[in-house]
Structure formats: structure tokens, C-alpha cells
């Protein structure tokens, strides 16, 4: 448990439910609560190093549109009364924007960056398509303690049932020629001609993508970056791709292998560990294509996939 969900949750058992019931009992059941959004408590990943900003005690408190209207500013007065009266706490302006009182249209719009149509509990493709993945990890971390309305969960659920099928299949076909193009290709013929800095931004971008693969393969939203290999480890059940992704991380590009080496496309540098290792992550991703049935084959180089996969998108509706 965090340290950060398990505080925000006690204050709400033991300061903001009370105050709800006794000042607010007709929206008792109309209120939720919870503590979710922006910030390493959210994701359970707040330590002795994050609290050196942006930490304290808070609960955020959603309401409809229409009940917003009617007591949003008496109840924003009564909770922020409880988070001044709370020992020890050090709130910034931008923490106490992500905590306290605010719509469910709002919570969500506010951190998918479109206008979320949670009446009706609809999204469309084009707005999955532009929807990035840290923000959508971000929308449905930490907990909700209470929501008997139903209205916040229910939006949710919606994302939490993950991207619809052509719009999974396109990302995976937009990471597997990232991820191609920046190690299976760029990076050598970068080192050919001894640029390295150019390589190491290959190296890099290769990276990402293959963290990207991984949570499109789970079916998980990616957190933001600095979180995204710790998220990775935690689903990495045989651990076998979060150790490459550590090694390909940890892995030099090293000139010396390519002296006077001729670039050739069809022949591999299996001498130097970037190209080695990324070979591997192929193929570890290969068998996670063959798992969800994208493809039978097993040739690592992934640009093959992307075009196999494009053509299954042509006879969906």
C-alpha cells in the first residue's frame, strides 16, 4: 500500500466523511471520493524522495456537473478547512489543484486533454487515437473509496476496458516501426558512420518503443516515463524483458566494433550489445505478436509485422 493512497484514505474515513455526512447528508451518496490522478501517491510510488515537493494529505471529491453548481463552492470552503487544519502538510498551489472539489467532466477532460463526454459515457476513435498513454495510465491510477452514484466509476471502467481493437492494433504497428526503424536499422548505419550521438538517440527511441510494445502486449496504460520501467518490472512475470530492457539501457555504443566494417543491411553486428540485445527484445516481442494471434511467424525483425498487421485493420468495421 502507499503511504500516500493509505493517509488520503484515513483522512477520508476519519475527517472528510464525517464533515460530508453532517453538513452535506442529502449528497452523501452523490459525492465520490478518492485520491486519484497526478502524482507518484497515485500510482502508490511515492517515497521519502518524492515528498520533496508536490505531497501532502488530500482526497479528491468529484461531483456531477449539476451538483457542482449547487454546493461545489460550500463544500471546496468546508474540505479546505479540513486540509489547513491537517499537521505536517505543505501543499503547493498545484497539489491543491489536483485534490479537493471538482466535476467528474472536469477531473477527466482536465487530465485526457479533450472534452470528455462522461454523460454519455462515450469515446470516440478519433479521440482514442490522440489520447496518449501516460495521460490514460494517469486517469485510472490510485483508488476510489466511495461512489455510489456510479457516475466516476462508470467513465473508468470505460477506459480501464483498454483501447478499442483497430485503435490497439494501430499503436502496435506504430511502435513496432518505431522501434525497427530507430534499432534495427538507424542504429547501425548511424555507427557505420561513427556518429555516435546521432546512434545514441536511436538507442533511445528503440527503448521507449519496446516499453511501449510491452504495455500494448498487457493491455495496461504505460505511466509517465520516470515510472514506466518500475510499472514494467511489476508486470514482467518471467522478468526475462524487463532484464533486457535494464541491459539495452545500460548498453555502450561502442565505435570500436564498427572500425572498418562496412554498413551492410543484411548482416547484423551481433559485436555490438545494442544490436545484440535488441535482436532479443524482437524476439520477445515477436512471441507476444504470436500470442495474440497478429502473426505465426518469427522473424525478429519487426518492420515485417507492421504491414501484416495493417491488413487484418482493412476487414474491420
Known amino acids: 500500500m502507499s503511504f500516500g493512497i493509505d493517509s488520503s484514505r484515513r483522512f477520508y474515513e476519519n475527517e472528510v466523511a464525517p464533515m460530508i455526512h453532517a453538513k452535506f447528508?442529502?449528497?452523501?451518496?452523490?459525492?465520490a471520493v478518492g485520491i486519484v490522478?497526478?502524482?507518484?501517491?497515485?500510482?502508490?510510488?511515492?517515497?521519502?524522495?518524492?515528498?520533496?515537493?508536490?505531497?501532502?494529505?488530500?482526497?479528491?471529491?468529484?461531483?456531477?456537473?449539476?451538483?457542482?453548481?449547487?454546493?461545489?463552492?460550500?463544500?471546496?470552503?468546508?474540505?479546505?478547512?479540513?486540509?489547513?487544519?491537517?499537521?505536517?502538510?505543505?501543499?503547493?498551489?498545484?497539489?491543491?489543484?489536483?485534490?479537493?472539489?471538482?466535476?467528474?467532466?472536469?477531473?477527466?477532460?482536465?487530465?485526457?486533454?479533450?472534452?470528455?463526454?462522461?454523460?454519455?459515457?462515450?469515446?470516440?476513435?478519433?479521440?482514442?487515437?490522440?489520447?496518449?498513454h501516460n495521460c490514460l495510465a494517469t486517469a485510472v491510477n490510485g483508488e476510489v473509496f466511495r461512489d455510489d452514484l456510479g457516475k466516476f466509476t462508470a467513465f473508468r471502467k470505460l477506459l480501464l476496458n483498454y483501447y478499442p481493437d483497430k485503435v490497439w492494433k494501430s499503436r502496435i504497428v506504430n511502435a513496432l516501426?518505431?522501434?525497427?526503424?530507430?534499432?534495427?536499422?538507424?542504429?547501425?548505419?548511424?555507427?557505420?558512420?561513427?556518429?555516435?550521438?546521432?546512434?545514441?538517440?536511436?538507442?533511445f527511441q528503440g527503448l521507449e518503443a519496446a516499453m511501449e510494445l510491452f504495455f500494448l502486449m498487457k493491455k495496461e496504460y504505460p505511466p509517465y516515463y520516470k515510472w514506466t520501467y518500475r510499472r514494467l518490472t511489476e508486470l514482467d512475470v518471467s522478468g526475462t524483458f524487463s532484464r533486457l530492457i535494464k541491459e539495452l539501457s545500460e548498453a555502450d555504443c561502442d565505435?570500436?566494433?564498427?572500425?572498418?566494417?562496412?554498413?551492410?543491411?543484411?548482416?547484423?553486428?551481433?559485436?555490438?550489445?545494442?544490436?545484440?540485445?535488441?535482436?532479443?527484445?524482437?524476439?520477445?516481442?515477436?512471441?507476444?505478436?504470436?500470442?495474440?494471434?497478429?502473426?505465426?511467424?518469427?522473424?525478429?525483425?519487426?518492420?515485417?509485422?507492421?504491414?501484416e498487421i495493417l491488413d487484418t485493420l482493412l476487414f474491420q468495421s
Open 177 to 203: 516501426h518505431k522501434y525497427s526503424a530507430a534499432l534495427q536499422v538507424n542504429y547501425a548505419r548511424c555507427m557505420s558512420r561513427g556518429d555516435v550521438v546521432a546512434a545514441r538517440l536511436c538507442h
Open 25 to 31: 447528508p442529502s449528497y452523501e451518496g452523490r459525492i
Open 37 to 132: 490522478g497526478e502524482g507518484s501517491d497515485c500510482f502508490g510510488y511515492d517515497d521519502f524522495v518524492s515528498r520533496d515537493h508536490d505531497f501532502g494529505t488530500g482526497v479528491c471529491l468529484w461531483l456531477t456537473d449539476e451538483d457542482i453548481q449547487i454546493i461545489g463552492s460550500k463544500l471546496s470552503e468546508e474540505y479546505d478547512l479540513l486540509v489547513s487544519q491537517q499537521k505536517g502538510n505543505n501543499l503547493t498551489r498545484r497539489l491543491s489543484e489536483r485534490r479537493g472539489v471538482m466535476s467528474i467532466h472536469g477531473f477527466y477532460s482536465s487530465i485526457l486533454g479533450y472534452n470528455c463526454n462522461t454523460r454519455d459515457m462515450v469515446i470516440d476513435a478519433e479521440d482514442w487515437n490522440a489520447m496518449d
Open 255 to 307: 565505435i570500436s566494433v564498427w572500425e572498418g566494417r562496412e554498413y551492410r543491411p543484411d548482416i547484423l553486428n551481433m559485436n555490438d550489445r545494442v544490436v545484440f540485445l535488441s535482436e532479443q527484445l524482437a524476439g520477445c516481442v515477436v512471441h507476444m505478436l504470436r500470442q495474440y494471434d497478429l502473426t505465426d511467424k518469427l522473424d525478429p525483425y519487426l518492420e515485417r509485422y507492421v504491414d
